[in-house]
């Protein structure tokens, strides 16, 4: 079994975007709830601050990788692994740009610590049931490409 860079570099990237989604999901999302309403939601704005630099960054490379390592890696015993890596990205893009982007615009143009919305609670609610599904795509992405480097 020989692997190629660009599965290399895409195995990487997924990786990172999976690791980062994972950390963010179930590290720093439980450990917000912890905290006191003022505390949480300046954490939760800072947050989203970060990661609307983080996110893309990762997220970009990491697709264009998945369907480069698709497209030029032939169709041999992994292809229907990259082929599923691919969609389950797609999944991750739709529910980033359907799901959370429109709730970190909305947090970071008019969400307030001192005074936040009455439904900020539900808000948070939402965006984690989402952000649960972006962070399983990131990491079944991760998964099948790694299943499909290591059938070749």
Known sequence: ?????????????VG??????FAVRWGVQPALRRLEDRAH???????VRRLMIIVPALMVP??????????????GAGFA???????????FLLL?????????IKVNDTWSAESPP???RDVVARWER????????????????LVAAALG
């Not at 939601?41 to 947050?47: F, Y």
């Open 130 to 145: 989402i952000d649960t599904f972006r962070a399983g795509a990131a990491i079944l992405a991760f998964a099948l490409f």
């Open 96 to 104: 980033s740009f359907l799901g959370t982007v429109p709730i970190n």
């Open 81 to 91: 692994f990259r082929c599923a890596g691919v969609a389950t990205l797609a999944a």
């Open 16 to 21: 990172l975007l999976a690791g980062e989604e």
């Open 1 to 13: 079994m020989t692997i190629s860079v660009l599965e290399l570099v895409g195995l990487f990237l």
């Open 62 to 75: 990491a697709v264009l990788a998945g369907v480069a390592v698709l497209m030029f890696t032939g169709s």
């Open 41 to 47: 939601i300046d954490a939760r704005m800072s947050l």
């Open 118 to 120: 009455a439904d900020w």
